[in-house]
């Protein structure tokens, strides 16, 4: 069920002459998962600087989690009323922005931030889960970039509370090309 107008992606590059042009516009389906959201995968790098030479649409292939290792994964998260979503950690450094609607994060300590359209979280690391509290839907982009795993007296506190198989997303025929 969609929740918001799936979003339009418009990606940029280069002709054979060097000269800018629009390589993809299109709207990018948001995805049910079993996580009580949806899902669109935007962009994904699997390198870190990106090249920006050439074109392959990244999003033809499947995201395999919410984060990689290697690059950025940029989503939008569609939060349908009054839902909870699960506690989580990715190993990435994440920029969560609420495009619209209200949702709160919940940290592991018990700590609660309740979050408005324009507010951005930055998530390092942490065990975190989100929770829509309000009877309308909300949508967040987040930029997942790729980090490396925090490191607690000795202990890695690496990718937790959540089997890939749910995560997945992506691969989409639809995307523009």
């Known amino acids: 069920m969609s929740l918001f107008p799936d979003p339009r992606r418009i ?32 962009y994904e ?22 984060a990689n290792d290697k690059g950025v994964v940029l989503r939008v998260v569609d939060f349908p009323a009054n839902t909870k ?7 990435s450094l994440d920029f969560g922005i609420l495009h619209e ?26 065990i975190h889960g989100w929770t829509n509290y309000s009877d309308k839907p909300a949508r967040v982009y987040f930029i997942l970039t790729a980090a490396t795993p925090v490191k607690i007296e000795g202990k890695l506190l690496g990718d937790e509370g959540f089997e890939r198989e749910h995560v997945e997303s992506g691969g989409v025929a639809s995307a523009s090309k």
């Open 45 to 66: 790098t699997q390198a870190f600087p990106a090249s920006n030479d050439g074109w392959d649409d990244p999003v033809q292939a499947r995201t395999k989690s919410l």
């Open 11 to 42: 990606v940029t590059g280069h002709n054979d002459s060097g000269r800018s042009i629009v390589v993809a516009d299109g709207t990018i389906p948001c995805e049910p998962t079993p996580l009580n959201c949806n899902f669109a995968v935007l």
């Open 101 to 126: 609607g209200e949702i709160t994060c919940h940290l592991d300590d018990g700590v609660r931030v309740d979050m408005k359209a324009g507010d951005v979280c930055v998530q390092r690391g942490t």
């Open 85 to 91: 979503t699960l506690f989580h950690r990715t190993e």
